[in-house]
């Protein structure tokens, strides 16, 4: 596709539920970023890929989250045991190769709500 | 201290008034800086890209860095309600995964 694709674009569930998010970044991009963004505030990183690897997961705030990439291509980032704080816009960026130069573009993000 | 530091705002200027927005980093070593405009539900759709010191221009908008004062600025001339927006000022990590450290942006209030 011409940009970065999630699904669902919204997701509300109960606490404690599994919830699963997706990410199609551009074409050929080698790179993918998941952020969150929660309400009112800036972006937060959350994991970096290059290919299928992570080399970056810093950002995960738990062992709830999890995210895997196959293919070179689409992205699934896992959240078990939902709690209301995850509560937030799950936004994922592709990028070309990774460089720190080249600027990232993102999808239009999943809205998630934790009752 | 945050890493990247924006004024949150709301910033408000007439129509075809020059917007001047503005933004602090405390990682000396970073190498690339973005300016990102978000619409309210809406992501953020990359804007500008500088890498250098100076100026950057692009139609209406231009971005400013300087390195030795740890400052990037993002420049509306002729602003128009259409740009009322929050803005994310973005850099890019020197030592790590080219993660970006967003600001928590500058909301931009254009009147009619």
């Known amino acids: 596709g011409a940009g970065v694709s999630q699904s669902p674009s919204n997701k509300v569930t109960e606490k404690g539920k599994d919830v699963e998010l997706r990410c199609d970044p551009i074409?050929?991009?080698?790179?993918l970023y998941w952020y969150r963004q929660s309400l009112g505030q800036g972006l937060e990183f959350l994991i970096y890929?290059?290919?299928?690897?992570?080399?970056?997961k810093s950002g995960l705030p738990s062992d709830r989250f999890s995210a895997e990439r196959t293919g070179g291509s689409v992205s699934t980032l896992t959240i078990q045991r939902t709690q209301q704080e995850d509560s937030a816009v799950y936004l994922c960026?592709?990028?070309?190769?990774?460089?720190?130069?080249?600027?990232?573009?993102f999808g239009d993000g999943t809205r998630l709500s934790i009752l | 201290q945050k890493e990247v530091e924006q004024n949150s705002g709301p910033l408000s200027v007439p129509e075809g008034a020059i917007a001047s927005l503005n933004c602090t980093y405390s990682?000396?070593?970073?190498?690339?800086f973005f300016w990102y405009r978000q619409y309210s539900g809406k992501s953020p759709e990359l804007i500008m890209s500088?890498?250098?010191?100076g100026d950057k221009e692009d139609g209406r908008f231009t971005a400013q860095l300087n390195k030795a004062s740890q400052y990037v600025s993002l420049l509306i001339r002729d602003s128009q309600p259409s740009d009322s927006a929050t803005y994310l000022c973005?850099?890019?990590?020197?030592?790590?995964?080219?993660?970006?450290?967003f600001g928590s942006g500058t909301r931009l209030l254009v009147r009619p």
């Open positions: 890929f290059q290919g299928n690897s992570a080399p970056d």
């Open positions: 500088i890498y250098s010191n």
């Open positions: 960026a592709s990028s070309f190769k990774g460089i720190d130069n080249q600027p990232q573009h």
């Open positions: 990682d000396r070593v970073s190498q690339s």
């Open positions: 074409s050929g991009h080698t790179a």
């Open positions: 973005a850099v890019n990590k020197a030592d790590s995964s080219y993660k970006l450290i």
